[in-house]
């Protein structure tokens, strides 16, 4: 074997390593609205792709314009100074993100994903008063309750059977 040729692998293949890293995690969405200026992590990087490509991109498709993030990953440290988050919120891993949409409540985006019938762990619409946006989640573990939920102006988070 030449001796150029073991180079010539290694550089194929890191090559094909960094595409796949620079690729962004959905067709609408980019690295840096999953991290927001936080280091990247390789398992944060597949569960955001996991949720882009298995309900954002579909989402954002069925909308018909964009799709604003919010809020994405959340390292530790930016989740304690987040209000109301959870210490075991999906945020930590990437699991999750606030999304919304211009000509749309967070109810009707919700009920909009909900009717795709697009696979999801916890979808949660918020009141204007809340932030007015759609939490949604999708556990990497593929386990999907399927939790539907409302923030309502008081407080709190009351199961619903339906957004509509």
């Known amino acids: 074997m030449p001796a150029a040729l073991p180079l010539l692998l290694v550089a194929a293949a890191l090559a094909v390593v960094t595409r796949r890293h620079r690729a962004p995690p959905g067709r609408y969405f980019s690295w840096s609205e999953v991290y927001d200026g936080q280091p990247r992590r390789a398992d944060v990087d597949a569960a955001a792709t996991k949720l882009a490509r298995s309900v954002l991109d579909p989402l954002r498709d069925a909308v018909g314009g964009p799709l604003h993030v919010s809020s994405w990953y ?58 007015g946006h759609v939490h949604v989640s999708l556990s990497a573990d593929g386990r999907q309750r399927g939790e539907l939920r409302w923030a309502g102006p008081a407080g709190g988070y009351t199961p619903v059977r339906s957004f509509a």
């Open 74 to 131: 959340r390292s530790p440290e930016r989740n304690a100074a987040t209000p109301g988050a959870s210490s075991t919120s999906q945020h930590l891993t990437g699991e999750a993100a606030d999304v919304w949409a211009a000509g749309f409540s967070a109810r009707e985006l919700a009920d909009l994903l909900d009717r795709l019938e697009l696979p999801f762990d916890q979808l949660i619409a918020y009141t204007p008063e809340r932030g």
